[in-house]
């Protein structure tokens, strides 16, 4: 079993910026890509980012250049900073572990409003 939490959602104006954060915890050692998602009001659940273990970041072609995933390993955390951000980023922003291959564990949520 993995747990994910996850922190800093909140409202922005466009242009701002906002980073999350989600910790996880559990058999961490299964865990080969941790993604970050995102559901915006009325809309289907889409991928924003992931890294894999090897470090390598893939990014929705909406928020190249705009929003970073990283990781550290240390304390267990990937990060999603997002900066010029935008109305359509508006949602609630899933953190996501595949573990074990195939095993998919979901945090809780936070939500993300963009709005002036």
């Known amino acids: 079993q993995v747990q994910l939490v996850e922190y800093g959602g909140g409202l922005v104006q466009p242009g701002g910026s906002l980073r999350l954060s989600c910790e996880y915890s559990?058999?961490?050692?299964?865990?080969?890509?941790m993604c970050w998602y995102r559901q915006g009001p009325g809309e289907e659940r889409e991928l924003v980012a992931s890294?894999?273990?090897?470090?390598?970041?893939d990014y929705a072609d909406s928020v190249k250049g705009r929003f970073a995933i990283s990781k550290d390993n240390a304390k267990d955390t990937i990060y999603l900073q997002m900066n010029n951000l935008k109305p359509a980023d508006t949602g609630v922003y899933y953190c996501?572990?595949?573990?074990?291959?195939?095993?998919?564990?979901w945090g809780q949520g936070t939500q993300v409003t963009v709005s002036s």
């Open positions: 996501k572990a595949i573990a074990n291959g195939a095993d998919e564990y």
């Open positions: 559990g058999r961490v050692f299964s865990i080969s890509c």
């Open positions: 890294i894999r273990n090897s470090g390598y970041p």
